[in-house]
């Protein structure tokens, strides 16, 4: 279920493991069922930065280390080599 970010107002996480972000933080489904997960950035041009490279890419299970183990949780066998 694609969630609306509350800072844009539209989502560009293409993650399915994101859920809403703020100016300097990303919220995302936990790696513990129903939990959820807070990443806080010390500025908002770092937290861009990492959402470009993680949550807005179709590789970010193996670009973003907490997409990596949340996908884990649903199948243990697809988990792809970290380089």
């Given at each position: 279920m694609w969630r609306i970010a509350k800072l844009k107002g539209f989502v560009t996480a293409v993650?399915?493991?994101y859920i809403n972000e703020t100016r300097t933080s990303i919220t995302c489904e936990g790696y513990i069922g129903?939990?959820?997960c807070l990443t806080r950035f010390?500025?908002?041009d770092e937290k861009e930065r990492f959402q470009a490279a993680r949550c807005n890419s179709f590789g970010y299970v193996v670009?973003?280390?907490l997409a990596w183990i949340i996908e884990g949780k649903y199948d243990v066998d697809y988990l792809p080599e970290r380089g």
């Open positions: 993650c399915p493991y129903g939990a959820e010390p500025t908002v670009t973003c280390p």
